[in-house]
């Protein structure tokens, strides 16, 4: 892939997802294996990933299996088996973040960085490049003027969060969930503590803010800003959600096709990185799919609405404000249609999230099942259209391959030649009985509807060259057969094909830093020898083999309730607060150290 071709990259729990992503308009898709994934509950057995990868293949869309997780000793062994039971089943590329993979004798398969594995330096990019990575999925805090930086650093393929849900820590660097309840996030375990309520204390106890969703932000959305990643030197465009249902993958993924393809439009030498094209049954609109509401994150410098303090749930779409309560129902401002079963949610008094479902409309006149601490002036959102829901389940969106196909006569055989869009092709010669037709016009027509006919095949024949074949007559049946084994062929040659998959030669460069510490998160021996090899001098366990984590560092963010409280020394906002000096996160139960490094502008918890 060069810095020409832009892929859609979607996420899969499942073969049905990863279906449905592919016939969304996907260019590949990533989905878990049997274990090792960063998402333990979205595990898939090799035989459905091995389904998945034939399908994907007839558009030449890919599939990337996660193995994400950090590896522990006795896992090794099981871990080399299972990469190369995914290789037979054909998978195009692994997305690790352990580097025991990096000293194992791996398939000729090439290596994708997870994010996972912390991706946020210059340096540590430059220096996975080097090391044989033929990908490196980015940190989601990342600037763009960081982007075009690192672009101008590497080669490497670089790709993209532009969508879903976004961790509050840097990627790799989360031990919240393992330190309070012994489930590791770089063990695909993650049981998000940062979506959980904690008041901002100071040392001595006085409340800043009291029982808000400090540590949980809003969803990411990068969907106006594409042209700019193109430029940037992006190559592949990642939404997250490998736990998200076939619905909400279909219809954020064909949301972004769209958008890619208008910027591809603009730009004639962007090009996509699968074929065919998908007949859609519904209007994609991401915001009618769970959102806590959007932002574009640090993609242009640091902004103040990037936390959803009210709600870790799905707010979903903005519909307008209350304009009067009655006994059983309420009326809106705004245009904006509400159906019968719809969901709605919105913000009370005490500032806590309520949710409402509709049981009727009439007229101007909504009539939910309860009308309980509603009042005039509510902001009211969406967060569940029915209509639009049950358009996604009954998702009979299809992907189609065109196809063209020749005929052609060598004595009683007819030679055919069927060739994609993707400039892949199959020849097949059948006997045919040559009777002359009476008229040969009329034969022309007859052989060419048979073969334009597709069936239920992701094909669509777009034109037919009959060659000398219409000087006569075949039997209708006669022809069916032929095409029927011709497109046959077609689609099994294109499930099985591969391409030369070999992993980029990698030399041992050094690491960037002599002594990572423990989020360097090395959990086995194999680990531990890449990085020695690579001029690390001192290096610890990974926090998950600690025995005693108090005191540790917990979570590193960009996130900064300094800054969200109103008192960073170095964004002041107008209205001066004074600094209320130590701050703590307190759940009820524990409270967290803040630490806060204004030179490279993060927030520290500490255990």
Known sequence: ??????ELLSPAKDVECGIAAINAGADAVYIGGPGFGAREKAGNPVTGIGKLVRYAHIFSAKVYVALNTIIYENELEGAHKLVWRLYDAGVDAFIIQDMAFMMMDMPPVPLHASTQANNYSKEKIVFLGKSGFKRVVLARELTLDHIREIRQATGVELEVFVHGSLCVSMSGQCYMSHAVGGRSANRGACAQPC?????????????????????SLKDLSLSGHLEELVDAGVNSFKIEGRMKEAGYVANVTAYYRKRIDELSRDRSHIERSSYGFSRLTFEPDPVKSFNRGFTDYFLHGRKNDICSPDTPKSVGEKIGKVLEVSKNSFELEGGKRIGNNDGLMFIDANGVSRGIKVNMVKGNAIFPESVERLYKGAVIYRNYDHAFQMALEKNGSVRLLDVYIELSLNGNIIKAKATTGSGHSVEMEFDAELIPAR???RSVSDIKACFMKSGDTPFLVTDVDTGTTGNYFFRTSVLNGYRRALLEGLLTYLENYREELLPLPGGEVDYPAKKPGFEANVSNSKAREFYMERGVEEIEDAFELKENTEGLRVMTT???LKYFSGFCPKYPPK???????????????????????CGKCEMRVYH
């Open 1 to 6: 892939m060069s810095g020409d071709f832009i």
């Open 195 to 215: 979506r959980k309520t904690y008041s901002l204390v100071d040392e001595g106890g006085r409340i800043i803010t009291d029982k808000k969703h400090l540590l």
């Open 439 to 441: 008229n040969s016009e």
């Open 558 to 560: 960009k996130h900064c």
């Open 575 to 597: 209205n001066k607060v004074k600094d209320p000096g130590q701050l703590f996160l307190y759940d009820g139960e524990r409270r967290f150290r803040l630490e806060f490094d």
